[in-house]
């Protein structure tokens, strides 16, 4: 692996991931800070290896890497967030990830999780988590819902108006009004007030 691509928008990160990739002997290191830049730079020159999170300023990076894996199946995909492993980890793994790692992990486990990748291997943490009834059943609720209903999911709650979903998304109002009201029904919920709150309560 001689080229990657750091998706995060955050500056800080963008440039501490940058020294970190240098060290690691990448000799093209590139980064986006949105999701327009990132499908840019991935078409442009497929990189050997993303590192992607999956929270950022107006869309979703589950989605980004579910776009990935369908036109790049090659390209490795680390992603690098600070959302909770418990929640997303398996989902990004089905998604086609080959590695997780939390912000809130030292900064060498990113480096093992590089270096993993670079030696042809996948990275994920152990999870041994207990959960009470009500997690339990929330949880086998966000696992009936589709990568693209998560995101949606997760827009919603973050405040995002259906409109400038769907612009994100690139689908029509109408259709992001349809998932709206799929959500409400699956999740057994009322309101959007009542999404943002299930979203807060299972760290999404």
Excluded at 30 to 46: P, V
Excluded at 99 to 108: A, N, Q
Excluded at 156 to 162: N, Q, S, T, V, Y
Aim: charged letters at 25%.
């Amino acid at each position: 692996m001689k080229d990657v691509l750091i998706v995060d928008d955050h500056p800080v990160i963008r440039g501490a991931l940058r020294l970190i990739c240098q060290n690691e002997a990448f000799t093209r290191i590139r980064d986006a800070s949105g999701a327009a830049d990132a499908r840019a730079l991935i078409k442009e020159r497929a990189p050997d290896l993303v590192i992607l999170d999956l929270v950022m300023n107006g869309f979703d990076g589950l989605d980004l890497l579910v776009w990935i894996m369908a036109q790049f199946p090659a390209c490795s995909v680390l992603v690098f967030t600070s959302q909770d492993a418990q929640h997303f980890c398996n989902r990004c793994i089905s998604a086609g990830a080959r590695g997780f790692v939390t912000k809130r992990s030292d900064l060498k486990e990113l480096t093992k999780a590089i270096q993993a990748l670079k030696s042809g291997y996948a990275y994920f943490p152990q999870m041994s988590v207990r959960l009470d009834f009500q997690q339990r059943s929330e949880q086998q609720a966000l696992e009936s819902l589709s990568t693209r209903e998560l995101s949606i999911l997760r827009m919603l709650a973050m405040g995002m108006r259906g409109k400038d979903i769907a612009e994100s998304l690139f689908l029509s109002p109408k259709t992001v009004s349809t998932y709206k009201s799929r959500l409400l029904e699956k999740l057994g919920l009322q309101s959007l007030v009542g999404l943002s709150e299930f979203a807060k309560r299972n760290h999404l």
